[in-house]
């Protein structure tokens, strides 16, 4: 449940929480090392999407929202039983809600006594299944797709070239033009990680007036 949200299938529960209230990977990704709700609490920017299709879902209408849609079979939970054994679909039931128990959000009976009922642990969710339930916005949707796609081709010319022509439109408007200011620039509009941005920008040959790339037309 830790990788990238881009690379992985399964969402863990906080997670799932995130998304119903942000419809953002970045802060979804964010969340993936946390295993409680309660953990949720000390993220920052976990703000409620504001749409005009659909209300704004709080963090703490989360865990009802997402139920909802389990009972309904608009989602499938998966989790163990007891804690033990194989992770499997849980069938749905009108009587169980989510909480965190043991260092995790399960799946239980509103019972002060929560073990001597049935639960169920390690729960996670299809991340496909949750981005069918509750849909990121179009433009949202349609610039991930952008920034996707010119992730998979850009070269390195073409992204010095393009932190190259940045840097002028910023200089010429009196804004600030510097490394980080060029980096992020590019990071959003290519889909870049800052990693990947900045060993780009430590290839490129140094000029004499503050370090910064010179222009790319002779890389490939």
């Known amino acids: 449940?830790?990788?990238e949200v881009s690379s992985s299938s399964w969402w863990s529960i906080p997670q799932v929480f995130v998304w119903i209230v942000t419809r953002n990977e970045s802060k979804v990704s964010r969340a993936g090392s946390l295993r409680t709700a309660a953990g949720l609490l000390r993220m920052t920017g976990i703000r409620p999407l504001s749409v005009p299709e659909d209300p704004p879902v709080t963090l703490t209408a989360a865990p009802d929202e997402l139920v909802q849609a389990w009972q309904g079979r608009r989602i499938a939970l998966y989790?163990?039983?007891?804690?033990?054994?194989p992770s499997r679909s849980i069938p749905g039931r009108g009587d169980l809600c989510l909480r965190d128990y043991r260092g995790e959000v399960c799946l239980g009976e509103r019972t002060l006594y929560f073990d001597t009922?049935?639960?169920?642990?390690?729960?996670?969710?299809?991340?496909?299944d949750c981005k069918r339930c509750w849909p990121a916005p179009v433009d949202r949707r349609a610039s991930t797709s952008r920034r996707l796609t010119a992730a998979r081709r850009p070269s390195v010319g073409e992204v010095l070239a393009f932190i190259e022509e940045k840097r002028k439109?910023?200089?010429?408007?009196r804004k600030r033009a510097g490394r980080d200011v060029l980096l992020r620039v590019a990071m959003d509009h290519f889909?870049?990680?800052?990693?990947v941005a900045l060993d780009i920008w430590n290839?490129?040959?140094?000029?004499?007036?503050g370090g910064r790339p010179k222009k790319a037309?002779?890389?490939n």
Do not use: I, N
């Open 1 to 3: 449940m830790t990788e």
């Open 79 to 85: 989790g163990r039983a007891w804690g033990k054994g």
């Open 117 to 128: 009922r049935p639960f169920w642990s390690s729960l996670s969710v299809r991340a496909d």
């Open 169 to 173: 439109t910023l200089r010429a408007e």
């Open 191 to 195: 889909g870049l990680s800052r990693k």
């Open 203 to 209: 290839s490129a040959p140094r000029d004499r007036k």
């Open 217 to 219: 037309k002779t890389w």
